[in-house]
């Protein structure tokens, strides 16, 4: 792990009604970022940001709006963590999720195709059940960038259910395309080291 400047912060976009997720009232105690209601957004809040993180929740159609202001997030060496189904090209180069059609159980396994510091020490496979239900953690992909690594993936394709994308300006984007990975529990304790990690990535200290 490394420093990150002290100045970064994380706007963490807020889209659904209740309380914020586990993972942004995690970064507002550790006074890592801004919890903003996507209703309440201003471009003021994207130029202040060095991190990006938004939820599955997302008004994927309200959010073009703010297209450019993520995408000059990026192109300053910004990163974004994407949960959820990509319906829009948000920025340019993403593509619409595709769905595994009718999954089966063994639709559903999950590979660690790349080492990333977000799983370390943390099995894929150990996210494949919740209670002895299969597919929480996704049933489907959203196509890569070209360039994209991909981290995760599911079933006999190994379809990349988690990528990362390192723009050529050096911005950097992890796309999950499930439910909030940062609200990933379960039995094994391992799961735990998940969300903090992933404020330490979108804060840059994890490579």
């Given at each position: 792990m490394s420093a990150s400047p002290p100045d970064r912060q994380i706007l963490l976009v807020h889209s659904h009604y209740g309380a914020p997720p586990g993972l942004f009232a995690l970064a507002e105690e550790r006074g890592l970022g801004a919890v903003v209601r996507e209703r309440d957004l201003t471009r003021a809040h994207f130029n202040r940001a060095f991190g990006l993180v938004t939820t599955s929740h997302l008004d994927q159609i309200g959010f073009l709006r703010w297209s450019e202001a993520v995408q000059a997030l990026?192109?300053?060496?910004?990163?974004?963590?994407?949960?959820?189904?990509?319906?829009?090209?948000?920025?340019?180069?993403?593509?619409?999720?595709?769905?595994?059609?009718?999954?089966?159980?063994?639709?559903?396994?999950?590979?660690?195709?790349?080492?990333?510091?977000?799983?370390?020490?943390?099995?894929?496979?150990?996210?494949?059940?919740?209670?002895?239900?299969?597919?929480?953690?996704?049933?489907?992909?959203?196509?890569?960038?070209?360039?994209?690594?991909?981290?995760?993936?599911?079933?006999?394709?190994?379809?990349?259910?988690?990528?990362?994308?390192?723009?050529?300006?050096?911005?950097?984007?992890?796309?999950?395309?499930?439910?909030?990975?940062?609200?990933?529990?379960?039995?094994?304790?391992?799961h735990d080291k998940v969300a903090p990690r992933i404020l330490d990535w979108t804060l840059g200290r994890l490579n």
């Open positions: 990026l192109d300053r060496g910004g990163r974004w963590f994407c949960n959820g189904h990509i319906v829009r090209e948000l920025i340019p180069g993403l593509r619409a999720y595709v769905p595994i059609a009718q999954a089966k159980r063994a639709d559903l396994v999950l590979t660690a195709i790349a080492e990333h510091p977000i799983f370390e020490g943390v099995e894929r496979s150990s996210f494949e059940e919740n209670r002895g239900v299969a597919g929480f953690y996704g049933r489907g992909h959203n196509p890569p960038p070209d360039g994209a690594a991909a981290i995760t993936g599911v079933g006999p394709e190994r379809l990349p259910l988690d990528w990362e994308w390192t723009l050529p300006s050096g911005g950097r984007m992890f796309s999950h395309a499930g439910n909030d990975m940062g609200g990933m529990g379960g039995p094994d304790p391992a």
